[in-house]
């Protein structure tokens, strides 16, 4: 077994905790909000950003109990716009280095089988030129894996959360919680990517949204290999083609540039939009 192996494979067994360590038996969060000085307690905005910051904040205990364990350091971004979330490091050979993201998403209401998706960190400079230290805790080149840790919720119904309620410390239990029934994953991040980017206009890599794609490492260069998803990325928008009438055509999808470079076609995995 590789140290990439043997690194996911403990990963993986260790994120079963998770889920007793943040949620009641009935599958609520046990964050139910803030606390100050005179104990009153206000409840928390179901803001995916405020959620996800808190889930990390709630974790972060078990992630530092996880690499001491295992024998790893725990480095975190300096700036917070820095990828990834954390870089352990092997604390008996600092050459080997694994990054880690937390992701977290919601399920689609109506579609519970589908999620909102993730961002997968940039196509950008630290992508194209892996000893780039550029918005990058260490070199891209320099991590032996690249790590999604993803958790998957329900959001409350916004019936039941009240977030101008003020609630006394004597009403814990009693305060609905935003999330719920959680469900938590470890991949690497090329086996769930999709080959749309992430957000707006930054330079950000989507992920599909199937979740059962998405447990399982099934994304859309699943099948092709993680060297596929590097070359694709750093060529994202960048290679300018001639179509059957003549004109150009910017290559912007996994099916068109495995084409251009002769690779098969069959491999590619279509599950942008949670189906094949």
């Not at 995916?48 to 530092?64: D, G, N, R």
């Not at 919601?106 to 780039?132: A, I």
């Not at 992920?207 to 694709?232: P, R, T």
């Not at 055509?249 to 470079?261: A, F, N, Q």
Request: one cysteine or more; charged letters at 25%; glycine letters at 8%.
């Amino acid at each position: 077994m590789t140290e990439k192996e043997n690194f996911a494979k403990k990963l993986e067994e260790f994120v079963v905790e998770f889920k007793e360590h943040i949620s009641t038996d009935k599958g609520q969060w046990t964050v139910k909000g803030f606390i100050d000085i005179f104990k009153n307690v206000y409840t928390i905005s179901s803001d995916t950003k405020i959620v996800s910051k808190i889930l990390e904040i709630h974790l972060f205990p078990k992630i530092l109990h996880f690499a001491q364990v295992n024998g790893y350091k725990v480095v975190l971004a300096d700036h917070q716009n820095y990828y990834p979330d954390l870089s352990f490091v092997k604390a008996s050979d600092e050459s080997i280095k694994f990054a880690v993201d937390f992701k977290t998403t919601y399920r689609n209401p109506k579609k519970p089988y589908l999620c909102n998706g993730f961002t997968l960190g940039s196509h950008g400079k630290y992508f194209e030129h892996r000893t780039s230290t550029k918005n990058i805790q260490f070199p891209y080149g320099a991590y032996s894996g690249h790590f999604c840790l993803g958790i998957i919720y329900d959001r409350a119904n916004g019936a039941s959360i009240d977030e101008t309620k003020i609630h006394s410390i004597d009403e814990l239990h009693s305060i609905a919680s935003v999330v719920g029934n959680f469900q938590f994953f470890v991949t690497e991040k090329w086996k769930i990517a999709s080959d749309k980017g992430g957000s707006g206009n930054t330079a950000n890599i989507g992920s599909i949204n199937n979740i059962a794609d998405i447990v399982s490492g099934q994304g859309m260069f699943s099948k092709l290999g993680e060297h596929w998803f590097d070359e694709y990325w750093i060529n994202y928008k960048k290679i300018i083609t001639l179509n059957e009438e003549g004109g150009t055509k910017t290559i912007s999808t996994l099916r068109d540039y495995v084409d251009y470079k002769n690779g098969d076609i069959s491999l590619v995995v279509n599950k942008r939009n949670g189906k094949e």
